[in-house]
């Protein structure tokens, strides 16, 4: 591997780092536990998104798992330890998750998930809050909070940008477990690969954004993106035209368009 690992990062116990030809690896690695999430997960997670945003040797970051199952949700002794939380303690634990969603989602880098198994509760919430998905078919998707008596809160505010509302309210009223094929249909995940392919093609995929496309052009349009959707027609229009001037002036903008003109191929 091309890096080398802060101390904080080789104490940790449930996450792996690592990075090759320009790619970041984010393993969730409680296999035995189905790589369910607790706040000491999280609190790794966030440390490793950290460490890959600002690692100059990573382009695109992979968010995969260990195992069978890519996550199963919130871990049971975690949910029994919820029990004796206060409004002050679940206000803080919730936003502990939170932040992690809203880092992955604002994260200078494309992320992309490999799914190779269900992804559950807060793990369907990992999985859909990257940029894009690539699943097994057998995998199984869903958000099965109301069954228990609980709410997919944070996960509810990414999922009405990314799928709109008529699929978010399907998905999180009736917490039904659905197909990865069910999944794709709904813009949930973005493509479907076999077991045996899985992590070939979300590689070869991932080393093509690093060939063929700006750092500078994805990071600026992933931030563009999450921004949009908050602003009214016109206040949207002037920021993309701004944005769009903006790019105009980069270093990457000149050197791709004078490689265009002189019909060279680029090197990114």
Same mark, same amino acid.
Not at 39 to 46: H, I, P, R, S
Not at 133 to 144: I, M, R
Not at 190 to 195: H, I, N, P, V
Not at 232 to 254: F, H, I, K, P, T
């Given at each position: 591997?091309?890096?080398?690992?802060? $101390?904080?990062?080789?104490?940790?116990?449930?996450?792996?780092? *690592?990075?090759?030809?320009?790619?970041?690896?984010?393993?969730?690695? !409680?296999?035995?536990? !189905?790589?369910?999430?607790?706040?000491?997960?999280?609190?790794?997670?966030?440390?490793? +998104?950290?460490?890959?945003?600002?690692?100059?040797?990573?382009?695109? =970051?992979? #968010?995969?798992? /260990?195992?069978?199952?890519?996550? /199963?949700?919130?871990?049971?002794?975690?949910?029994?330890?919820?029990?004796? +939380?206060?409004?002050?303690? @679940?206000?803080?634990?919730?936003?502990?998750?939170?932040?992690?969603?809203?880092?992955?989602?604002?994260?200078?880098?494309?992320? &992309?998930? %490999?799914?190779?198994?269900?992804?559950?509760?807060?793990?369907?919430?990992?999985?859909? =809050?990257?940029?894009?998905?690539?699943?097994? $078919?057998?995998?199984?998707?869903?958000?099965?909070?109301?069954?228990?008596?609980?709410?997919?809160? &944070?996960?509810?505010?990414?999922?009405?940008?990314?799928?709109?509302?008529?699929?978010?309210?399907?998905?999180? #009223?009736?917490?039904?477990?659905?197909?990865?094929?069910?999944?794709?249909?709904?813009? #949930?995940?973005?493509?479907?690969?076999?077991?045996? *392919?899985?992590?070939?093609?979300? @590689?070869?995929?991932? %080393?093509?954004?690093?060939?063929?496309?700006?750092? %500078?052009?994805?990071?600026?349009?992933?931030?563009?993106?999450? !921004?949009?959707?908050?602003?009214?027609? *016109? *206040?949207?229009?002037?920021?993309?035209?701004?944005?769009? /001037?903006?790019?105009?002036?980069?270093?990457?903008? !000149?050197?791709?368009?004078? /490689? +265009?003109?002189?019909?060279?191929? =680029?090197?990114?």
């Amino acid at each position: 591997m091309e890096n080398l690992l802060t $101390p904080e990062l080789e104490a940790l116990r449930y996450i792996r780092y *690592e990075a090759q030809d320009r790619i970041g690896y984010i393993t969730l690695n !409680r296999p035995d536990k !189905r790589n369910a999430l607790n706040a000491d997960v999280v609190t790794e997670l966030k440390k490793a +998104f950290d460490f890959a945003e600002d690692d100059e040797s990573v382009k695109v =970051i992979v #968010l995969r798992s /260990a195992g069978d199952v890519f996550c /199963a949700g919130a871990d049971l002794a975690y949910i029994q330890d919820l029990q004796g +939380f206060g409004y002050t303690d @679940n206000l803080e634990d919730s936003t502990h998750l939170m932040q992690l969603f809203h880092q992955i989602y604002t994260l200078k880098k494309v992320v &992309i998930g %490999q799914v190779q198994g269900h992804a559950l509760a807060g793990g369907c919430g990992l999985a859909a =809050i990257c940029d894009l998905t690539f699943a097994v $078919p057998e995998a199984k998707f869903g958000y099965t909070e109301v069954k228990i008596g609980f709410i997919p809160a &944070i996960v509810s505010v990414f999922l009405l940008r990314k799928i709109g509302e008529a699929r978010t309210k399907q998905l999180l #009223l009736s917490g039904d477990v659905v197909s990865a094929q069910t999944a794709l249909d709904m813009g #949930l995940i973005t493509f479907l690969s076999t077991k045996e *392919e899985l992590a070939d093609t979300v @590689n070869a995929y991932a %080393q093509r954004l690093c060939r063929e496309n700006s750092g %500078q052009s994805m990071e600026v349009t992933k931030e563009m993106l999450a !921004r949009l959707p908050e602003m009214a027609l *016109e *206040e949207g229009l002037r920021y993309a035209a701004q944005s769009n /001037a903006e790019a105009r002036g980069s270093e990457d903008c !000149r050197k791709g368009i004078a /490689a +265009f003109l002189s019909k060279e191929k =680029i090197s990114w």
